[in-house]
């Protein structure tokens, strides 16, 4: 079946501008991860959701970063006022949400941000 | 809180040779521990995983077994491959908890 897909794959952007990430994960996978690569602080847990619980926030590095997840599928990320550190490769994830804590987490590709 | 220190790179090995990927952890409880691997180009995927103590992770001729007596989960391979080239993770997921928490990852080159 299909993996974990998103979009962009590629997006450079002006410093302060604002840009929105997108998730698509695995079909029937309640629960989704965002995190960030980047070489000065290799890979990083930024948020998670499961089902309609709160989600996870204690990895975002600001209150310039928020996540939403609508329907319990897709997902969002979205990083008000870019700035060049916010310039990584963010990767969302998936998994089923059943045994949270010994499960698979699926990758997508990841989307490339670049901050001008 | 929960850390995991890997094996500095990058690893240059010639092919057929044996390798071994040191990863240490830092965890109360019982974590779950993966290794993940990133071919060039690709997305990051799971290589393994072990989820309690003294089981043994296995895939692709790569094993790695849960120590907890020493909090390591070493990844070692008989012979190795240039298509084994890529950059290695070494992950953890603290008990009861639900978001991964990854060393530095080790970059391997294998030559022909």
């Known amino acids: 079946g299909a993996g974990v897909s998103q979009s962009p794959s590629n997006k450079v952007t002006e410093k302060g501008k604002d840009v929105e990430l997108r998730c698509d994960p695995i079909s029937g996978h309640t629960a989704l991860y965002w995190y960030r690569q980047s070489l000065g602080q290799g890979l990083e847990f930024l948020i998670y959701f499961q089902g309609n619980s709160a989600p996870d926030k204690s990895g975002l590095p600001s209150d310039r970063f928020s996540a939403e997840r609508t329907g319990g599928s897709v997902s969002t990320l979205t990083i008000q006022r870019t700035q060049q550190e916010d310039s990584a490769v963010y990767l969302c994830?998936?998994?089923?949400?059943?045994?949270?804590?010994?499960?698979?987490?699926?990758f997508g590709p990841g989307t490339r941000l670049l901050v001008l | 809180g929960n850390s995991v220190t890997q094996m500095e790179g990058p690893v240059t090995l010639s092919e057929e040779a044996f390798l071994t990927i040191n990863c240490t952890y830092t965890a109360t409880g019982y974590p779950s521990l993966f290794w993940y691997v990133q071919y060039p180009g690709e997305g990051l995927q799971l290589l393994l995983k072990a989820t309690k103590a003294d089981d043994k992770g296995s895939n692709k001729g790569f094993e790695a077994t849960y120590r907890k007596e020493t909090t390591s989960f070493h990844l070692e391979k008989g012979s190795v491959q240039v298509s084994d080239s890529a950059v290695y993770f070494c992950?953890?997921?603290?008990?009861?908890?639900?978001?991964?928490?990854f060393g530095q990852g080790t970059r391997l080159t294998i030559n022909p």
């Open positions: 992950a953890l997921m603290g008990q009861g908890a639900q978001k991964l928490v």
């Open positions: 994830a998936s998994s089923l949400g059943i045994l949270l804590s010994q499960e698979t987490q699926y």
